[in-house]
């Protein structure tokens, strides 16, 4: 191995990264057939980097250049020669070829440590592997541009494309067009199906539409459920004629899937980027409006005009309509987060209970309470419950020793129709229903115990556990508790919050305890506040543990961690 210049000593960390160092040095006044040598710092270092036997890396210039792809030899012989004084350096980005046949990126940088001249006799330098970034790098400028779903443009890219599109219309005086095809039956196929049927449906579509698209006209997915194209030289008859042409090849032949053929369905708006519109900003408002009209007169072509009144009523930014809640599901801004439930006496995790997240398009993040109470207003709660349940099986699957709790509204439990979806989607767990617990509210299982109890019966015959959330707020009886034979009762954080300090709240939780353990149903305390209330808890003989001194809700589970309990400061 050979000696390290001193300067390379004192970096010595490089051995942490993916790199090699280097002394680079020639004969003054002499160019020998092999070139200048190349002197490794770390001999196994160097073969590391480029999956090499350590006594195959190139000891000369003109060895390490053959392994260098396409124009990088070029540009690091010009990188090489810009060298023209003591202390000049370089950095340079390029491919090269490893001894196992693949190419990687590195960076090389280097500085002059001596030379004749313009000439650089003596150099050091250091070259890493910077593989892992660059891909980093494409996959942000691709996902900047393209839809991962579909790899269509996204809604950034189509407005470029839209802009360049208008701009080329005015200077040559041509005509130009936008138009939307708003994919109205994806609830329904989500709902029958699941959201990967709706997926399934969604990518086939693409397939077809950049089919129908030739260039220089462009496509784009630009939301959830609408698939843009800009068409060029196009007036306003030939954009509708057009238009129709496209959504007829996408509508009329019916989709494979598992679930047998499915059809798609459309509402279609447009609008003409050179009369009506003046950037792609404006082109999207209008093509909006377009196709909100198209969906009211049953998907026929609607063409913007200024007429056209605006359908959408203007809403407080906190209100949520049921297109906002489908809109954020068919986006999958519908996530979940996982907060853990630990045991009582060892503070270990014992499950994650699976709480609802939704976020605005523009980024902001809606509480739970919000929009599940806006989504049952609405009638479209059984929605989330739905989805809810779908990111809950992948969750399992990847990580197969946990457990889940998993809550669902009264709006789905109360009607046959979306309770028997419902089960029927817990179905399709198979074994890992073993790992799930359904919860459900108090208030639901006092409006209507004999909904109640068939909807535990048949939870519970699937393998599931079931559980009473929020006990003790609607003041169930626990003659109701043994009808509808819960597994596990949630008792309120009402009578959890502050219990170390109120007697009363003691006596309450110590009888609801004491009756659970007759019942064999397991007892959980949440919103635990502090250490006092916590030990209490567990004095009284609770057996499962939830708060935000255990774990805040995150958004993948936290898994073979124990929870240390911290006090939560009060206001």
Partial sequence: MNAAPPILEQN?????????????????GERGEDGPQMLWVDDELTAKLICSRTEDIPRTEVGFLERLCHDARAARDKAVESLSWNGAKFQIDYQIRTFDGRNI??????RRISGDGKTAVEIIGVITNIQNRKIREEQAGYHAAFDSLTGLWNQTRMAE??????????????????????????????ISHGYEAGDRLIIAIAERLKSCVRSPDICARVSGTGFG???????????????????????????????GDLYAEFALGGCALSQKATSAADAMEQVHTAVAHSRVRQGAFVAYARDLPDLKPRQNK??????????ALNDRRITLAYQPIVHADSRETHHFECLLRLRRDDGEMVSAGDFIMAAERLGCVHLLDRRALEIAR????????????LNVSAATVKSSETAGAYLEALKTLGKATERVIVEMTETVALDDPAMASRFSVEVRALGCRFSIDDFGAGHTT????????ADEIKIDGSFIRDLSLTPHKQVFVRMMVDLAQTFSVKTVAEMV?????ADLLTRLGVDYLQGFMFGLPGPAPQVGLKSTPKDIKRA
């Fill in 12 to 28: 010595a960390f490089i051995a942490l990264l993916d790199a090699a160092a280097y002394t680079w040095r020639r004969k003054s």
């Fill in 105 to 110: 990126w590195v960076e090389e940088r280097a």
């Fill in 161 to 190: 494309g839209l802009n360049h599109m208008l701009a080329t219309a005015q200077r040559y005086d041509r005509q130009a067009a936008y138009v939307v095809m708003n994919l109205t039956n994806i609830q329904d196929v989500n």
């Fill in 229 to 259: 194209i800009g068409l060029s030289d196009c007036d306003p008859a030939q954009m509708q004629k057009v238009a129709e042409r496209i959504v007829k090849t996408l509508a009329n032949t019916p989709y494979a899937s598992p679930h």
């Fill in 318 to 327: 906190a209100e949520l309509t049921c297109d906002d809640i489908i809109s």
């Fill in 394 to 405: 992948e969750t399992l699957l990847a990580y197969p020793d946990i457990h889940i709790a």
């Fill in 478 to 485: 626990f003659r109701n508790l043994m009808a509808i034979e």
């Fill in 529 to 533: 506040g502090s250490r006092e209330d």
